[in-house]
């Protein structure tokens, strides 16, 4: 029971998309606060609200909720239940297809974050200039080729050794996503402070998170818990299971390591509040150009040569 509840925390590991999306919108302004707003009420919906439903239709010693014959199946999951219990028998094949079509466009999105993050960091010199390259419609199209080989390589090792090779990349990616969340959470405080220091006014911004201070660090609590919890069950087994606790949390010291590394080579330094660049492509230097496309404008404005593709 251990594992499954510390499951859902990465279930809602993507929904930081949006602020990657910004990028892409021709009017972050008017865009980036409907998608936030968005965002939590699909996370009310899809996530709290199918939960109470199942909750008030299947009792929780329903037999039907255990495995049949020792096999996990979609034909048991809660969601089918609720279609069987109102006499829908198609409900196992109605499951499979709309798993499908998550899983598809779950994988659709994470293509276009590793394109996009990996293109932003060849922009800033901390990838290999090739990745710089776009499309005549600005794809970056040797990011989107590295990521698809290697999504395709590690999609075929999880079918390796009884799905312990999934367990590990599970965690791994799940453990990173929680670090890139405390990365972002800790963004958002310092810009707010800096904001503030270098004598902006807070009613200039476009878009205010609410419940600050209290939601980044109420966040960065929470992220610690969860990564805390994706081993929890190797401390709890006996003899102990250093198999388990080692994938649950070799992400953290991968992180640590090349974290170092990069603070090394690169000589950089804790920005203080009052020098952290708050303009340099921001929607008021952007706005100050040209109102045109923001994405094709970093284009232009940074690598007019790589645009031939």
């Given at each position: 029971m251990e594992r499954p509840a510390w499951s859902p925390p990465l279930s809602f590991q993507g929904t930081e998309a949006v602020g990657?999306?910004?990028?892409?919108?021709?009017n972050p302004k008017r865009d980036v606060p409907r998608a936030m707003n968005q965002v939590i009420w699909r996370i009310i919906l899809f996530f709290i609200?199918?939960?109470?439903?199942?909750?008030?239709?299947?009792?929780?010693?329903?037999?039907?909720?255990?495995?049949?014959?020792?096999?996990?199946?979609?034909?048991?999951?809660?969601?089918?239940?609720?279609?069987l219990s109102a006499g829908w028998t198609p409900a196992v094949h109605i499951m499979?297809?709309?798993?499908?079509?998550?899983?598809?466009?779950a994988g659709n999105s994470g293509l276009y974050l590793?394109?996009?993050?990996?293109?932003?960091?060849?922009?800033?010199?901390?990838?290999?200039?090739?990745?710089?390259?776009?499309t005549k419609g600005g794809i970056p199209i040797w990011c989107l080729a590295l990521t698809t080989v290697l999504a395709t390589i590690f999609f075929g090792l999880s079918f390796i050794g009884n799905q312990i090779v999934y367990q590990w990349l599970v965690n791994l990616s799940g453990v990173m996503g929680f670090i890139a969340w405390f990365g972002i959470a800790l963004s958002h405080w310092r810009f707010r402070r800096a904001y503030i220091a270098q004598g902006y006014a807070l009613e200039?911004?476009?878009?205010?998170?609410?419940?600050?201070?209290?939601?980044?660090?109420?966040?960065?609590?929470?992220?610690?818990?969860?990564?805390?919890g994706q081993g929890y069950?190797?401390?709890?087994?006996?003899?102990?299971?250093?198999?388990?606790?080692?994938?649950?949390?070799?992400?953290?010291?991968?992180?640590?390591i090349l974290f170092g590394i990069y603070k090394f080579v690169k000589k950089t330094r804790f920005v203080p509040l009052r020098e952290i660049d708050l303009m340099t492509g921001s929607l008021r230097e952007r706005e100050e150009q040209q109102k045109v496309h923001p994405?094709?404008?970093?284009?232009?404005?940074?690598?007019?040569?790589?645009?031939?593709?």
């Open positions: 990657i999306a910004a990028g892409e919108s021709a609200g199918t939960i109470i439903v199942m909750g008030l239709i299947i009792r929780y010693d329903d037999p039907r909720l255990s495995n049949i014959h020792g096999v996990q199946s979609v034909a048991v999951s809660p969601f089918t239940l609720v279609f499979n297809a709309v798993i499908l079509t998550t899983v598809l466009s590793c394109t996009r993050i990996l293109w932003t960091l060849a922009m800033e010199g901390k990838a290999p200039q090739i990745f710089c390259r776009l200039d911004l476009p878009y205010k998170a609410l419940f600050y201070p209290f939601g980044p660090i109420f966040a960065s609590i929470l992220i610690f818990v969860a990564v805390f069950t190797s401390f709890t087994t006996h003899p102990f299971n250093f198999n388990s606790f080692l994938s649950a949390y070799i992400s953290i010291p991968v992180f640590l994405y094709i404008v970093v284009v232009a404005d940074r690598a007019p040569s790589d645009i031939d593709l």
